[in-house]
């Protein structure tokens, strides 16, 4: 690629959703270089210096497992942090003992460690199973754990999966998780081909549901030693959850919301919520939850109301300034990219009054287009028109009401503000 051609024409784009529909595990692009939507799941890790050894040997005993136990295809090729270099897996094994001398060494001379391993034939390629753990000792990033898992593997093996989720929950006792679809990046440290920041961007204007997720430049912790935040990575905020997303302590707290009153503004049958012990304080607890069914969300289908109501939970600790690329766009580039005007705005595409992607977004309750939507009142205003109107709050009911009556704001299912929207006279 060079700077005066796009990466993707519109007809790449159409014709690769196309072949993802028929095959989930179809990748495209250059050879070894090629991209696919994968599903991934990423553990953010916050601890302190001194547990450096407990953290890596809990990395290594969940790294073990998935690759005897989950996987279906061997790794191919494995990461040696030493010489930075990728080796041919059947060739280079490490024992764990060896790993951990490693990761010391290098703490000489660098604040962290890497571990990852790959189906792919390299890297750079989107892999349906992939592994990579940066285990850091300066305090001044989270620590992290990202598994890339196969789509078709999952759906005929669900139960098995959320066991081992739970079980990496349970022992890594992370400060923040995420899962869903992604562009797939995860044996790519610590920097993200431009190619495929390209393709984050492009497809996220298609997708509600594909998530942009890079570990080693979203880290930086919310407890640095010199007392900054930095107000782009996750240490600032929650990212918008897509799929599966974790509160833990420290932001149930930041929250200032009850498990009660998380569990009542989520209160849907296709939402389950898993309350999990925190490992370090009896007193304390996590909450797992899984917004319904993984999927990509098309734009087309609408916004997603689940998505919508856990925006709207975590909106007060949200990271609304969070970096979304780990590479600045060369001059005159004609490519898209997410930067400093439209991060934010893909940050807050499920808030209300959000118009991502711009020119396509179809609101799920009226099916209408923003662009045609004539009939929309907040709650507590008056009713614009003699009809029924339907809210995302209450998305299984219609309400009749007439012109000039005030409509309900509904502050007992304590949701926040309430909109309705025009649903037809009959």
């Known amino acids: 690629m060079n700077d005066e051609e796009l990466f993707l024409s519109k007809e790449e784009v159409t014709d690769y959703i196309a072949e993802f529909k028929k095959d989930s595990d179809h990748i495209y692009g250059y050879e070894q270089e090629e991209f696919g939507i994968c599903p991934y799941i990423t553990f953010y890790l916050y601890h302190q210096e001194d547990e450096v050894e407990a953290v890596a040997n809990q990395v290594i005993d969940l790294y073990e497992e998935f690759e005897s136990n989950i996987i279906d295809k061997p790794f191919k090729l494995k990461y040696r942090y030493k010489t930075s270099t990728w080796k041919k897996a059947e060739k280079w094994q490490r024992t764990r003992q060896e790993l951990l001398d490693e990761m010391h060494e290098s703490y000489k001379k660098y604040s962290v460690y890497f571990i990852a391993a790959t189906t792919g034939d390299s890297d750079i390629q989107s892999a349906r199973w992939a592994l990579e753990s940066n285990i850091r000792d300066d305090g001044g990033r989270y620590s992290s754990f990202k598994l890339s898992f196969g789509d078709q593997w999952y759906g005929e093996h669900k139960e098995q999966w959320y066991g081992f989720i739970q079980k990496c929950l349970l022992k890594l006792n992370p400060i923040q998780t995420y899962s869903g679809y992604e562009i797939g990046n995860t044996a790519q440290f610590p920097v993200i081909a431009p190619e495929f920041e390209i393709v984050e961007r492009v497809f996220s204007d298609y ?97 997603p109301d689940l998505l919508v109501m856990a925006n709207e939970l975590i909106k007060p600790i949200r990271c609304n300034d969070l970096k979304l690329t780990t590479l600045d766009a060369w001059d005159d580039d004609p490519n898209p990219r997410f930067d400093v005007e439209n991060s934010p705005q893909w940050i807050a595409r499920f808030d209300e009054d959000s118009s991502w992607p711009e020119g396509k977004r179809v609101n799920k309750v009226s099916n209408l ?18 009809g029924y109107w339907q809210t995302p709050a209450q998305p299984d009911f219609r309400q009749f009401f007439k012109q000039g009556e005030v409509v309900p704001t509904l502050i007992e299912l304590d949701w926040g503000d309430v909109y309705w929207y025009w649903d037809g006279e009959k």
């Open 207 to 303: 997708f509600y549901g594909l998530d942009i997720d890079h570990p080693s430049n979203m880290s930086h912790t919310h407890d640095n030693p010199d007392g900054y935040i930095n107000s782009s990575a996750l240490g600032a905020g929650l990212r918008t959850p897509t799929w599966c997303f974790l509160l833990s302590p420290y932001w149930i707290e930041k929250l200032g919301l009850t498990e009660e009153q998380i569990r009542s503004k989520l209160n849907d049958p296709r939402i389950e919520i898993t309350k999990l012990p925190d490992t370090t304080d009896i007193e304390k607890f996590s909450l797992w939850i899984r917004l319904g069914d993984l999927s990509l969300h098309p734009v087309e289908e609408g916004v």
């Open 369 to 386: 287009s923003l662009e045609a939507e004539k009939f929309k009142v907040k709650g507590g205003e008056l009713c614009p028109q003699t």
